[in-house]
């Protein structure tokens, strides 16, 4: 115990074992939500269920084994809300990758970041984005997460007509997921830790006790299908593609990483005067590594959640509070039969009682509220960008606009790129763009005047 102490710094910290231990496992039910949204989205990309399912506890609990031993902090680590819809409806459904490709560029995106904390260059990389888009990027991202959301509980369907439309609240399915949707905020207005993974429990039992999801409890076989199966191969025959793929993991990481780091830094005391964090570059490699063994497990893009923000508020300083929540991460697999009956897709049955032959359209009412809060959740840097400036606001416009209405997180980023490029460049602003921020809407633009011909 005295050797534990030492090592994390506990005492020194003003802590206590039993701070950690209560901070970890209120890190864990915060973030835990992703053991069932998870392998819900990446078996739309054609994955196994459950081998998903075992990837993302296993490279969530190594994760937080990194962060916790190496860096010494107590933020958790898992799979990305925004890397997983990228990997899924981006990379493979839009790109048409296939999973195993996707995986390899999600590998090749964790070990430049690896290079980039090794070397320490980060901060460099990060100026050649503008604030409007590091603050656009994600609440995009959130919108379209929320987006799918709505559609996956039955509250928006397609419509021939006009595209999308409200749907039938006659049914079961969109009245079970706004319920969930007001339970967890409500549970959130009161500080209750872990809201949306309880939300998600609750959803999911009453969905059972009415007969809006169908019960079918059956032993989910955990799998290794997913593991070390990274496609190099098909890279190289679409090495244009493969690099935009690249790119925008590798960016979103670092996005993801330093606003986490920064974030939850700042709450626990960690950032000193001068705005630095002690063994920063510890912790950005913790999360490269992470991704990189996510990739290899079976997993899309691993880093550090903001949610560890409610294990710092329950006391957490060490990196003894990453090491519990590990713990509780591989106790998690116990509970798989639950998680696949909270991920059981409705969606054919519900068409089917509108009408709509539609069968192709996935529903899940019990996960569809988390994603529904976390895409809200995910919108509070809009309040940073400077809305009165239309050099900033309508690149952080068209970025949040096209990544919903395009249905792609390639056209938002790409849409912003270049329009903040072209408008500071034609408003005699061209000075405030980084050289290099030039070259990035250069190759959006030219991807998509290749992809018109």
């Given at each position: 115990m005295e050797f534990i102490d030492r090592?994390?710094?506990?005492?020194?910290?003003?802590?206590?074992?039993?701070?950690?231990?209560?901070?970890?496992?209120?890190?864990f039910a915060t973030m835990s939500y992703i053991i069932f949204v998870q392998p819900t989205v990446l078996s739309m990309a054609g994955?196994?269920?459950?081998?998903?399912?075992?990837?993302?506890?296993?490279?969530?609990?190594?994760?937080?084994l990194y962060m916790g031993l190496i860096a010494r902090y107590p933020?958790?680590?898992?799979?990305?809300?925004?890397?997983?819809?990228?990997?899924?409806?981006?990379?493979?459904?839009?790109m048409k990758f296939s999973w195993q490709a996707g995986l390899a560029i999600v590998f090749i995106s964790g070990v430049l970041f690896l290079l980039l904390s090794i070397f320490r260059t980060r901060e460099k990389v990060l100026e050649i984005f503008p604030a409007c888009l590091k603050n656009s990027i994600g609440p995009a991202?959130?919108?379209?997460?929320?987006?799918?959301?709505?559609?996956?509980?039955?509250?928006?369907?397609?419509?021939?007509?006009?595209?999308?439309?409200?749907?039938?609240?006659?049914?079961?399915?969109?009245?079970?997921?706004l319920f969930g949707v007001i339970l967890i905020a409500a549970m959130m207005a009161w500080n209750f830790r872990g809201a949306i993974?309880?939300?998600?429990?609750?959803?999911?039992?009453?969905?059972?006790?009415?007969?809006?999801?169908p019960f079918e409890w059956k032993t989910t076989p955990l799998s290794t299908e997913t593991m070390f199966q990274l496609n190099f191969t098909e890279l190289i025959t679409r090495?244009?593609?493969?690099?935009?793929?690249?790119?925008?993991?590798?960016?979103?990481?670092?996005?993801d990483t330093v606003g986490t780091l920064v974030g939850v830094g700042t709450q626990a005391g960690f950032v000193t005067p001068e705005g630095k964090i002690p063994r920063a570059g510890h912790a950005f490699f913790s999360d490269a590594l992470a991704t990189c063994t996510g990739a290899l497990l079976g997993t899309s893009t691993v880093t550090a959640y903001i949610e560890s923000a409610?294990?710092?508020?329950?006391?957490?300083?060490?990196?003894?509070?990453?090491?519990?929540?590990?713990?509780?991460?591989?106790?998690?697999?116990?509970?798989?039969?639950?998680?696949?009956?909270?991920?059981h897709n409705i969606g054919p049955d519900y068409y089917a009682?509108?009408?709509?032959?539609?069968?192709?359209?996935?529903?899940?009412?019990?996960?569809?509220?988390?994603?529904?809060?976390?895409?809200?959740?995910?919108?509070?840097?809009?309040?940073?960008?400077?809305?009165?400036?239309?050099?900033?606001?309508?690149?952080?416009?068209?970025?949040?606009?096209?990544?919903?209405?395009?249905y792609g997180i390639t056209e938002g980023i790409a849409a912003g790129c270049v329009s903040y490029a072209m408008i500071k460049l034609l408003a005699g602003r061209g000075r405030e763009v980084h050289p290099l921020m030039y070259f990035v809407a250069a190759a959006f633009a030219f991807r998509y005047a290749c992809l018109m011909q």
């Open positions: 090592y994390f710094g506990i005492q020194a910290s003003g802590s206590n074992f039993r701070r950690e231990c209560i901070g970890g496992i209120t890190t994955m196994n269920f459950g081998a998903v399912l075992v990837a993302t506890c296993l490279s969530s609990a190594l994760g937080c933020f958790g680590l898992a799979p990305g809300m925004g890397e997983n819809f990228l990997f899924a409806f981006t990379i493979v459904m839009a991202i959130g919108l379209f997460i929320g987006f799918i959301g709505l559609q996956w509980g039955g509250v928006v369907v397609l419509s021939p007509a006009t595209m999308v439309s409200l749907g039938s609240l006659k049914h079961g399915a969109p009245l079970l997921c993974l309880a939300g998600i429990l609750i959803t999911a039992g009453l969905g059972l006790a009415t007969g809006v999801i090495w244009q593609d493969a690099l935009v793929a690249i790119g925008l993991f590798f960016f979103l990481i670092l996005f409610t294990g710092v508020a329950a006391g957490a300083r060490t990196g003894l509070a990453a090491i519990v929540a590990a713990i509780c991460f591989v106790a998690a697999l116990a509970f798989a039969p639950l998680i696949a009956i909270a991920g009682a509108l009408g709509i032959q539609n069968s192709f359209v996935a529903m899940y009412p019990a996960v569809a509220p988390a994603l529904i809060v976390v895409g809200l959740l995910m919108l509070a840097p809009l309040r940073n960008i400077q809305w009165s400036d239309i050099t900033e606001s309508l690149p952080a416009y068209l970025t949040v606009a096209m990544m919903i209405f395009g």
